[in-house]
Structure formats: C-alpha cells, structure tokens
C-alpha cells in the first residue's frame, strides 16, 4: 500500500469556562498515527476539580478512523469514572453516531473474562489437579473402549462393516509406500553400522542376523508404530475432533447410537489389525534393505545371506515383533480415538487434539517398548 | 385466573422443566427455569444471542445433565431414569442441531437413513422411499447421493431437518431451522412445522429468532434474559406482545421498536 504522509495528531486543552473543558483535535488521527496518551486527558480532568462538562472542537481534525473512535470510547470510560458529562456536539456527524452506536448494548456484566496473574505456586497445583483430572478421563476412555468390545464380542456392537473396510483402507494399504521407505532405510542404516564393526573381525556376514533380529524383534514394529502414530493417530483425532465441533458426535448421542460403538470402535478394530500386518511388511523389507548392502557393499554372497538370515531368524523373533505391534496397535488408537473425543468445540480445539494424539501415542509406544524389551528379556525370550 | 391456566399446563404437559438451573462448570447459564410444554405444542424458546437457547436444548434432548433441578417427560423424570429407560425415550426425538450436525463421512439419504435402519425393520428399498419422501417435504428430493460437503448451509439445515423427522418422533426439537434459508423457504418450513403438528400429533420445541415465524406458528414460549439469567416471560407469544409490560419483551417482540426507551431508563 502507498505509504501516505499522515499530519501529527495534536491535542491541546482549554477551559473556556470553570467547569467546562475543551478538547481541541487536529491532524489525522487514524490507525497507525501516534496518538497522544490517554492519561494527558486524565490529568486535566484532575487538575480541574470543578469540572462538569467536556467538549470537542474539531475544526482542525483531518481525517478519522476506528483509531479515534477508540480514543474517544477510553475519554468516555474516564469521563463517567469521574462523573463528567461528555459532550458530543463538536464532534463529527459520524463519529458521535459510532459513539452511540457502541454504547447502544451495554456490556454483559461478567462475560468479560478476568485475566489473573496467579502465583507460581497455584499453577503448579492447577496443573497436578489437571493432571490429575486427565489421568481420570484417560482411564475412563480405556473402561469405555474395553466394555464396546466385550460388546462386540458378545454381538451386541452396532457399527456398520463398511465403516471398517474403508478405515482399513485409509490405515492399511495407503501407509505402503511411507513404511516402505522408512523401514528400508531403517534396514540400510541398520546394515551399515554393524558392517562397520563387524567388518573389522571379518565377520561381515552376521550383518545378516544383525538386521535380521533388528528389524523382526524392535525396529519394525517401533517404525510402524511411530509412522502410523503421526499418520492414523493424528487423522482419527482429527476426524472425531472436527465430528465433535459439527455437533456431529452429539446427533450420534441423541439418535441413541453410541458414537464409541459407531465411529471408535471400526477404527480401533482397523488400527489393531493394521499395525501387525505393516509391522511383518516392514521387516521384510527392512532385511531386504540389508540384502542390498551386503551382496553390493559388502561382498557378501546372495545365499550366504539368505542362509544366515534363516538362521539366526526364528519364529519367536517375529512374535515378538508382532506382540509389540499389537500393543502399538492398541495403544496409538486409544490415543487418538481419545484426543479425538475429548476436542473441545473449536478449530484450533482440534489442532491441539491432534497434536495431542501424537505426542500421546509417541510418549506411549517408546514406553511400551521399553518396558516389553525388559519384560522379553526376563522371560528369556 | 393464572393458577387454572398452571394447573392446565401441567395437566396434560409432555414436557416439563422443573427449577432447572444450567451452567458450564461453575458459570451459570441460566438459573431456576420452570415451564411446561403441553402435548402439540409449538413451544418456542426465544432471548438474545448468546443467552443460553441452545444450552437449554442441550438440557432438554439429555445431551448435558442440569446443574440443579428436573426435566419430566410425561411426568417421568428423565435425569433419574436408568440409562435404558434414557435411550427409549431419547427414540421419541427428533433434533435439528444449530449448526445441522449431519453426519459428513455419510451421503444426504444415508443420513436420513440412519435411524431408520438402526430401529425399524423396513427393508432397504422401504427405507429408501421413506427417505425420498422425507427429502421431499424439505424441498431436497434429488439430493440423495451428495455429501454434507456439496451442499450448501441452508440445504445442510435443511437434510437436518429431515433427518429429524426421519423416524416420525413425538417430540421435535429445532435449533434455529429457518437461519440460513430464504423468507420464501422459511415460510414453506413453517408450514411444515404445522403441518407436522397437526398430522402427525408431534409436540415443537423451536428456537428461533423470527419473529414472523414466532407469531405464526408458535402457541407457547419462554423467554430468556441474558441479564437476570432466568425467565422473564413466557406462554403464548401473541398474548405476550399485547399484554407483558416488560419493557425487554416489548423491545425483543417489536424488533426494538417498543420498550428501547424504557429499557434506556432502566439502565440509567
Ligand atoms: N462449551 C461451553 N463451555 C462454556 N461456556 C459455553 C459453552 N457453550 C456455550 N457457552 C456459553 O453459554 C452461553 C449460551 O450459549 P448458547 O449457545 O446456549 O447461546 P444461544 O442462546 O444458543 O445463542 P445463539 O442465539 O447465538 O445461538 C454463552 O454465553 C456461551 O458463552
Ligand atoms: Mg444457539
């Protein structure tokens, strides 16, 4: 935009009588223009005990915009605080209409809301009281989702099958391409650091079981869990969040359909189904990955690999892969399905529900594994 | 005079609010309201923006428990009912939510769909005629297969509607049905609205801002004020503009015409 020159606003005072003030404004007083303090005004309703009555000569006054009329609103808030009548004759037509207009609906007595400062102290009760509170609802969300699927096992859930199909869909087959890329690199890195050791004792082809139980026991669940947390947590609490705001989930409720039957329970049951079956998916292609290295880098020939991997590789390994994933599984759809539920009624309510859900599931599965490694390990498994 | 036309009221009320007080946390809404919906009905609830309209039908349609008091449907009280008795008698609704409320990842006749193949036995095909048929009392036949998306804010109002209507229910409850529809349009739905009555028997609960559709169609009401927090007035709407001397009735059933000069002197 042209920058136009603005004139200075001025504001000059003058007591044409003991009890009257005259205010007079000149330049352009519009957004943008350094406007003088409020409290030059305040001063000289001070200094002038008697004073009744304030007036506006405006005969210099150039131009104005709202940046006036915010002025005026904070004179008039001044002038009934200390009981002076505000006269708004000198004023331009416009403006003394604008005036009228914002005084017209008087303000909600306690609709504004006080923002207080609270001591350190006090926030950090307020925060352990909301943790508190959240550590509640989480576990009543989890009492929830346990008595719908006693309900589906019993079949009393109502849902609707296609619902699932196509969650399945979106969770399933539609993350390929990502977990491919992710756990093939994942299977590459893994390759390359254990040549590098390994390597030095000639023993380049345990980088075949190196990848091999990498990949099947930890890394291709903990991959598939941390992309389908980003990618399906982060969706459903989206979906149920913006569903929350269209008062979509409260039609459900009044229909007398249970909206954690209809709309949480097809995706949890996709998500758990989803996550094991990637997770075998990313395996595979995680020990390809470290095929790859090894017969192009490291000289190690394509059945010896193959031979090595079968070796070291047992069903349980896999098992134990899988078990972790279904407990991904479960673990990113109650996050998200949470978060989701729990969105309060605006835009940005979702965005934090959605961020939310990540963190949530991210902050869960890194627990989860680590607590299952231990628990395998104790087992000897 | 006024107790034989209470002790009529709750004679034969379907639905009654007894000191119904409503907040969010510790911020009361509305407090201590009391009225009776009688059977056919077409009771509106009216008051400024933001006085609670929408709360109250919140209340009503068992969507939010009240801070304190009782909602009776038939003389049964619903906040004191088992969940099961709850579900049964939330079946005798139909709702029309502020902001439509249709379901998105479903098409307009899914939508409709819904409830009729969640709680009757009609085959697929009878569902499908009723759903046309409830699509055409809205002005939507041919609508069938779009998306909440594709269709514009008054057709949304409009497919809520029907959907409200989808299962034939005692009690209808509308959010502001005619926002967003042209006068012609809201004029149609008025008539629906009365047609709905006097067919089918249903009781009306609307909120609504119209005050064209207010004096046509509406026999009963409460008016809420934002200020005081509670009821100022209610019953018949007509009776209200020519007898109530509260100067913010007058001013709210004039389109500010009446009472503004009244309301200015109380504020001063
Ligand atoms: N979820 C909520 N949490 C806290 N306060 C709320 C919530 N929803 C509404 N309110 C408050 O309740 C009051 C009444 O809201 P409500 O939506 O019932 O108004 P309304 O009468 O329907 O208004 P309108 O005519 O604009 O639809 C408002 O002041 C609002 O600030
Ligand atoms: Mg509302």
């Known amino acids: 935009m042209l920058k136009k020159t603005v004139t200075p606003c001025k504001i000059a005072f003058s007591t044409p009588a003991a009890d009257k003030l005259l205010i007079n404004v000149a330049g352009d007083w519009v957004i943008g223009n350094d406007f003088p303090p409020i409290g030059d005004v305040q001063k000289n309703l001070e200094q002038h005990s008697s004073l009744r009555q304030i007036s506006f000569n405006t005969e210099e006054l150039l131009a104005w915009d709202s940046g006036f009329l915010t002025f005026l609103i904070k004179v008039r808030d001044i002038c009934t605080q200390y009981e002076i009548e505000m006269n708004k004759e000198g004023l331009p037509e416009g403006v003394q209409r604008l005036l009228t207009l914002s005084s017209a609906v008087p303000e909600r007595k306690g609709a504004r809301r006080e923002t207080v400062r609270e001591p350190v102290l006090a926030r950090i009760g307020v925060k352990a009281l909301d943790f508190v509170r959240a550590s509640g609802e989480m576990l009543g969300f989890i009492g929830e989702a346990f008595l719908v699927f006693v309900r589906l096992l019993s079949g009393k859930a109502r849902f609707r099958r296609s619902d699932i199909a196509l969650i399945i869909q979106e969770c399933g087959p539609q993350a390929l391409p990502i977990v491919t890329l992710i756990s093939f690199l994942v299977g590459l890195i893994l390759a390359y650091m254990g040549a590098v050791q390994l390597q030095m004792f000639g023993a380049q082809v345990y980088v075949a079981s190196l990848v091999g139980l990498g990949m099947a026991r930890v890394m291709g669940a903990l991959m598939t869990g941390i992309i389908m947390a980003g990618r399906t947590g982060a969706s459903f609490a989206a979906q149920l969040g913006t569903m929350q705001v269209n008062e979509e989930i409260d039609a459900y409720r009044t229909l007398g359909i249970s909206p954690m039957e209809f709309l949480v329970l097809p995706r949890m049951l996709a998500l758990i189904l989803m996550v094991p079956l990637l997770t075998l998916y990313a395996d595979l292609v995680g020990i390809l990955a470290g095929l790859f290295v090894g017969v192009t880098m490291l000289d190690i020939g394509f059945m010896e690999y193959y031979h090595q991997t079968v070796v070291s590789l047992t069903l349980t390994q896999f098992a134990v892969g899988l078990i972790q994933a279904t407990v991904f599984g479960v673990l990113i759809a109650i996050a998200g399905c949470m978060r989701g539920m729990q969105c309060g009624r605006s835009a940005s309510a979702v965005g934090e529900a959605t961020t939310s859900a990540v963190v949530t599931s991210i902050v869960f599965i890194v627990v989860a594994a680590g607590v299952l490694t231990i628990v395998f390990n104790q087992l000897g498994i | 005079m006024t107790a034989t036309i209470e002790e009529e009221q709750e004679r034969d009320a379907h639905i009654t609010a007894r000191d119904l007080t409503m907040a969010y946390g510790d911020f009361v809404i509305q407090r201590d309201l009391n009225f009776s919906v009688r059977r056919g009905d077409i009771f509106i609830i009216m008051g400024g923006s933001g006085c609670g309209k929408s709360t109250l039908l919140r209340h009503l349609i068992g969507l939010k428990a009240p801070a304190r008091g009782e909602v009776f449907f038939n003389e049964v009280n619903f906040w004191k ?49 009723v759903v046309s048929y409830k699509l055409s009392l809205v002005g939507l036949a041919g609508f069938e297969e779009f998306y909440p998306s594709e269709i514009s804010g008054g057709m ?17 409850f509308f959010d502001e049905p005619s926002a967003g529809l042209d006068p012609v349009s809201a004029r ?81």
């Open chain 2, 81 to 129: 009912s088992e969940t099961e008795e709850q579900e049964r008698m939330k079946r005798n609704f139909g709702v029309l939510f502020q902001s439509g409320a249709l379901f998105s990842s479903l098409t307009i006749a899914e939508n409709v769909a819904l409830p009729l193949g969640e709680y009757t036995d009609l085959s697929p095909a009878q569902i499908l005629e």
């Open chain 2, 156 to 172: 949304q109002k409009r497919a809520g509607l029907a959907r409200a209507m989808a299962m034939d229910p005692e009690i209808l």
């Open chain 2, 188 to 268: 149609l739905l008025d008539d629906l609205i009365l047609e709905l009555r006097d067919s089918l028997g249903a009781t009306v609960v609307v909120v609504t801002h119209e005050l064209a559709s207010i004096f046509a169609i509406g026999n009963n009401s409460v008016f809420l004020d934002p200020e005081t927090k509670t009821m100022i007035a209610g019953g018949d709407p007509k009776r209200l503009l020519a007898e109530s001397r509260d100067p913010k009735v007058q001013n709210f059933l004039t389109r500010g015409e009446k009472g503004e000069s009244d309301i200015k002197e109380n504020n001063e």
